[in-house]
T-cell receptor, first 114, second 113 residues
């Protein structure tokens, strides 16, 4: 497995502002992902963070709203831009260890937009 | 289009008894299935997985069963313990799905002491 940390753990933000969430892994990993869990809902994949190239976004998610950086094999950031109350969710990063299908998750960032 | 479904949003089980959590899927391209456990304010924790070439995988108190013809899998926890109280998500992966996981809606398991 891997040890994954996220910053911040929670935040309350005003409508129209942006928040950048950091994800740090204790070892080099090939695959990193960003998920969203809206209140009472399942986990939904936002995008795959690719090292050295643009992230791959899922249907319904766009780069202008959720820009992602992946400067190396242990770190990634997700920015939630121009926030609205509908963006209030838990945002989670995960990693896949090479050779397995299992993904390991960070503790999540609880975002509330007022 | 919910490709992975957990039809029971909640389940209560007496401590020491067996907990059975169910999951159904619709996409026949899924070939690897996983169960995660999630406590409040924490990220999901990987529990157990099963490949589509198997019909059972066991790890301690946790056993996952897969019925491919019915597109159904279940997680058995025996004996159930109070620390098992959490939300359980099943997830599925396809070799052709670019490694991404599709999650079910979750079942909240409560173990009654």
């Amino acid at each position: 497995s891997a040890v994954i940390s996220q910053k911040p753990s929670r935040d309350i933000c005003q409508r129209g502002t942006s928040l950048t969430i950091q994800c740090q892994v204790d070892s080099q990993v090939t695959m990193m992902f960003w998920y969203r869990q809206q209140p009472g809902q399942s986990l939904t994949l936002i995008a795959t963070a690719n090292q050295g190239s643009e992230a791959t976004y899922e249907s319904g998610f766009v780069i202008d709203k959720f820009p992602i950086s992946r400067p190396n094999l242990t770190f990634s950031t997700l920015t939630v831009s121009n926030m609205s109350p509908e963006d209030s969710s838990i945002y989670l990063c995960s990693v896949e260890i090479t050779g397995g299908y299992e993904q390991y998750f960070g503790p999540g960032t609880r975002l509330t937009v007022t | 289009d919910q490709q992975v479904k957990q039809n029971s949003p909640s389940l209560s089980v007496q401590e020491g008894r067996i907990s059975i959590l169910n999951c159904d899927y619709t996409n026949s391209m899924f070939d690897y299935f996983l169960w995660y456990k999630k406590y409040p304010a924490e990220g999901p924790t990987f529990l157990i997985s099963i490949s589509s070439i198997k019909d059972k995988n066991e790890d301690g108190r946790f056993t996952v069963f897969l019925n491919k013809s019915a597109k159904h899998l279940s997680l058995h926890i025996v004996p159930s313990q109070p620390g098992d109280s959490a939300v359980y998500f099943c997830a599925a992966n396809s070799n052709f799905g670019n490694e991404k996981l599709t999650f079910g809606t979750g079942t909240r398991l409560t173990i009654i002491p």
